[in-house]
């Protein structure tokens, strides 16, 4: 793999829907994630295992997870808040699975009804059960540099939470600015915290593009050694509790940022810009 090598890991299916009101059919999400199969990405995230009560609209995760055509070579991974989510992800042959921590209380407290400490403390078993079985488990920090409830974070916060998941056994740490309001110098301030600790190979940039600077705030994480991103086709995206919060930055943006900028990413231009399509065809009138 060339060193100029950057990973996007294609979210449109989990982070992408989610967050619509409009119920989206089983067949047209297994449409969405086969589409995105034929694109070149190493990884998918395909959807959640959490309360349909919660976030309704992944509620068929079991039967997406059985009607997609996996592709060789692609990882199809999954969230898991707690043990009933990981062993539900297992059952349906998840390749990897991500748990999902906050560097805001308030976000914690709304997300998954717990507090930071508390959901490490349930992080616990689901990461020892996924390394047990060998299958990769990645870690997202909500939050990392605004929170809809708090606003600034301090650095400090996600640096603390990133080595909580790195000690639990996450190979990675996707940093989310899930309002999409991080400034690229506050992005690199939390990120001057975060390195600190951990090397820049463990770590993803999430960002959502609420105020229109994902791509910088992409550019301040490439200079500081960062190779994975998470975008969605489409720019779908965002949290039902994360008022505010708009789309994750589109794919098809990132994908020719980093062309611009050397760096290549192995994804086919077209048959991402049909996926683009099919996932932006999804999103519901506003
Ligand atoms: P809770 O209500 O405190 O959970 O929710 P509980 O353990 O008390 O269980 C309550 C009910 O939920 C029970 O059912 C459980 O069976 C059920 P009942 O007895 O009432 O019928 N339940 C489940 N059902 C299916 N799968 C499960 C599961 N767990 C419990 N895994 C919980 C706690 C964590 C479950 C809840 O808060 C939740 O599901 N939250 C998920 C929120 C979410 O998905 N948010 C969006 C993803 S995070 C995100 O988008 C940010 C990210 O993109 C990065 C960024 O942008 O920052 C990753
Ligand atoms: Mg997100």
Redesign the pocket.
Known sequence: RPSNHVTIVEMAPR?GL?NEKRLIDTETKIELVDLLSDCGFERIEVT????????PQLADAADVMAGIKRKPGIRYAV?T??M??LE?ALAAGADEVAI?ASASESFSMR???CTIAESIERFRPVAAASCDRGIPLRG?I??VVECPYEGAVPPANAASVARQLRELGCYEISL?D?IGRGEPEAVDRMLDAVLADLPASMLAG?F?DTSGRALDNIGVALDRGIRVFDAAAGGLGG???APGAKGNVDTVAVHHYLALHGFETGLDEEKLARAAAFARSLRSAT
């Open positions: 982070d989610q959640s295992f959490v309360s349909p009560k919660w976030v969230l808040p707690n009933q989510g539900a999902f997300n998954i009804n997202y909500s939050c989310g899930t999430h959502h949290c039902p509790f």
